[in-house]
């Protein structure tokens, strides 16, 4: 019957060729858009993950309370004891020192004498050890426009726009002014070894990254860290994994009142991203639910277009004796087919326009020049295995429902008008 069908639907393309295309475009639609909120979102949320939040960060309750303003006077102290509890209870997580500070870049010139100035956003990583992955996990090298990764102590990259705004090359001496965590004033110079850009221009405009112990000995914070982040070893952010396991490390200090307590914050409870991961999982239901509407639409008016078209022959098949439902059915089972068909069709289509975006993207670098938001300057689409299937919902869906609407009027036909209309 199938193979009856299917004969029928490539055979008569006056009733099929317009379904085909309409159930192409909706799924081509479908698939493209959640590629491209999957990617814009996915990256947003992997881009803070990496330079900021962690999948999980642990700080001191005071640091927690007014962590925009960098407190390292409230910084974890024994930071060593704690990691290797951590590492014992949570085997499953990498976790890694950040400590991130502010002050004044000072450029001399060939006397000694200040040539240029500009604030900076200082980031220190572990970037001598290999183990801790911080290199790789913020992308560095790769990120670098000149120069070269900090191969000892007193060398630092600088963000590349920084660079070029204070003249500052390749092997030339920068001079930090700051302050400890102990409020003194701190004054150290740095060989700057290479320049990078991250696409982020939130902390290209002024970023500094050095070696974690020249952060620790310049800022007296020996064996402290201002954050702890942790990563899951799988490079995977789990939801409910994520906040489970920070439920549980807080439930041991929940009694303890000092502000220097420490206490863990999942990925979601930090820079309003929990309000970005349900709002990307909101959007992709809304996405597939209009357009299985709007197609649904389409194709019910489209279907009773062909059913008018196939009036006489749903007639003729009547006065044969075939009985309503047994046409009812097999004009059900055609839209599924066409559907079938579509939907491959459509799927393979998103599939090509979610690839060229994951490729080449959308580049919003111009829109994000004074923008203080962490989110990549180029939004791609990501290629999933769900984008395999997730078409066929739409797809589907709507076909049959428009053909089930437009074939109620099969029902509607009465026997003994049938002999009149046939009359020729």
């Known amino acids: 019957m199938i193979?009856?069908?299917?004969?029928?639907?490539?055979?008569?393309?006056?009733?099929?060729?317009?379904?085909?295309?309409v159930v192409s475009i909706g799924v081509a639609l479908t698939v493209v858009l959640s590629a491209y909120m999957n990617g814009a979102f996915g990256d947003m949320i992997d881009q803070n993950a990496r330079f900021e939040t962690g999948h999980v960060k642990i700080m001191t309750k005071a640091y927690a309370k007014n962590i925009a303003q960098l407190p390292n006077d409230l910084a974890l102290l024994e930071v060593d004891e704690l990691t290797k509890s951590l590492e014992k209870d949570y085997p499953e997580m990498q976790w890694v020192n950040r400590i991130r500070f502010g002050g004044l870049i000072d450029v001399p010139d060939g006397q000694g004498e200040?040539?240029?100035?500009?604030?900076?956003?200082g980031m220190a990583i572990n970037l001598f050890d290999e183990k801790s992955g911080e290199a790789k996990r913020m992308n560095i090298e790769k990120s670098l426009v000149k120069g070269m990764m900090p191969k000892k102590n007193g060398e630092a990259i600088i963000g590349d726009d920084f660079a070029?705004?204070?003249?500052?090359?390749?092997?030339?001496?920068?001079?930090y002014f700051g302050t400890t965590m102990n409020g003194s004033m701190t004054f150290q110079n740095f060989v700057v070894s290479g320049t990078i850009r991250f696409g982020a221009a939130a902390i290209d405009r002024g970023v500094i990254m050095v070696d974690i112990s020249d952060a620790q000995r310049m800022l007296d914070m020996e064996n402290g860290t201002g954050e702890?982040?942790?990563?899951?070893?799988?490079?995977?952010?789990?939801?409910?994994?994520?906040?489970?396991?920070?439920?549980?490390?807080?439930?041991?200090?929940a009694d303890d009142k000092d502000e220097f307590t420490p206490i863990m914050m999942p990925l979601r409870a930090q820079n309003n991203l929990g309000e970005i991961i349900d709002y990307s999982n909101y959007m992709s239901g809304i996405f597939i639910f209009i357009f299985v509407f709007a197609m649904s639409i389409v194709l019910w008016n489209t279907?009773?277009?062909g059913g008018l078209r196939r009036y006489q022959e749903f007639g003729i098949r009547l006065a044969l004796g075939e009985a309503k439902g047994t046409i009812y059915r097999r004009l059900i089972m055609e839209a599924i087919l066409i559907g079938m068909i579509g939907s491959i069709v459509g799927t393979l289509i998103g599939l090509a326009g979610a690839y060229y975006l994951q490729i080449v993207g959308i580049d919003i670098s111009g829109y994000m020049d004074n923008s203080t938001m962490l989110m990549p300057s180029v939004l791609r689409a990501k290629v999933t295995f769900e984008l395999f299937f997730i078409g066929f919902i739409p797809g589907l869906l709507a076909m049959v429902f428009g053909n089930m609407l437009s074939g109620i009027g099969i029902y509607k036909r009465e026997t003994a008008q049938l002999f009149k209309e046939l009359e020729v």
Do not use: H
């Open 3 to 21: 193979q009856f069908l299917l004969k029928g639907i490539l055979r008569d393309k006056s009733r099929s060729i317009l379904p085909i295309i």
């Open 114 to 121: 200040s040539k240029g100035q500009g604030p900076a956003a």
């Open 164 to 175: 070029k705004k204070l003249n500052v090359n390749i092997g030339d001496e920068v001079t």
């Open 228 to 253: 702890l982040l942790g990563f899951s070893k799988l490079n995977i952010y789990e939801d409910e994994k994520v906040e489970f396991l920070a439920s549980n490390f807080n439930e041991k200090y």
């Open 303 to 305: 279907g009773l277009l």
